[in-house]
């Protein structure tokens, strides 16, 4: 089986701050895989083990800046894809979720799969909008919040946790899943692994080699942090009924 594995590269959440004009400061915030994709990829990798001579590629499309990083390279592919497939241009570092699940569909029809896992969402913008448009898109079966894959002979059957049920299916391949993150804890790459990583090939790709324009139909304008509300400053100090009952006051106040 041929599985391929989208992720997407992110800023690291802890090291942004906010400007003054509520944009993102980014320049300085370390590079990481998207935390919902790890479980897509220790999903693939889990297959992969129970189906010997399977192979896991590692698909993702972005701006070059990111997806040209070595460490986050090697930190991928020391999590169990055989290799990478990365579609690059500069074009493509904002690009909204039906950009990208267009260009990754496009890559994926190039590359061949019989299986492609999606995170349920990315780790920045979370639109959970890209494993669904890519399954519509490569005109493939298409389910969404899996956290159980089992492999059968061309078939898969998979579980699904909705709010009030659980939900078995069984699909045929070619497919795309997105999984949840109730389908694995995802692994810490071993030393063996790392060093390892840097001997498994990286292909790299433009959007004219998988037939793609480098412009998408819409455009992000702009990514700003919500207004932050002054604080009241009212501090209530000591512990007596009087106190405890300004207290609750204050929050009622608050939320009221």
Do not use: W
Request: glycine letters at 8%.
């Amino acid at each position: 089986m041929k599985i391929l594995v989208c992720y997407k590269l992110v800023p690291d959440d802890q090291d942004i701050t906010v400007n003054k004009d509520n944009t993102l400061a980014l320049k300085d915030a370390a590079i990481k895989i998207g935390a919902y994709d790890l479980n897509a990829i220790e999903a693939g990798t889990a297959l992969a083990r129970e189906l010997p001579g399977s192979s896991i590629v590692g698909l993702s499309v972005g701006g070059r800046d990111y997806l040209s990083n070595s460490k986050a390279r090697k930190d991928i592919l020391a999590r169990g894809p055989d290799s990478l497939t990365l579609v690059m241009d500069d074009a493509y570092a904002a690009l909204p979720p039906q950009a990208t699940a267009q260009a990754l569909a496009k890559a994926a029809e190039k590359e061949g799969f019989d299986l492609i896992l999606c995170g349920e969402g990315s780790g920045d913008l979370y639109s959970q909008q890209v494993g669904t448009l890519l399954g519509e898109y490569l005109g493939v079966h298409n389910i969404s919040a899996v956290r159980k894959i089992t492999p059968g002979d061309g078939r898969l059957t998979v579980e699904r946790g909705l709010e009030n049920e659980t939900q078995v299916l069984e699909l045929p391949l070619p497919a795309v899943l997105s999984v949840s993150t109730d389908i694995n804890e995802p692994n810490v790459p071993t030393i063996k692994n790392i060093l390892g990583a840097a001997k498994k090939p990286v292909k790299e790709l433009s959007p004219a080699d998988i037939g793609a324009g480098a412009e998408p139909a819409a455009e992000t304008i702009s990514i700003l942090a919500p207004e932050m509300a002054d604080r009241l400053k009212v501090i209530v100090e000591g512990d007596s009924d009087e106190n405890i009952a300004d207290f609750i006051n204050n929050v009622r106040k608050t939320f009221s």
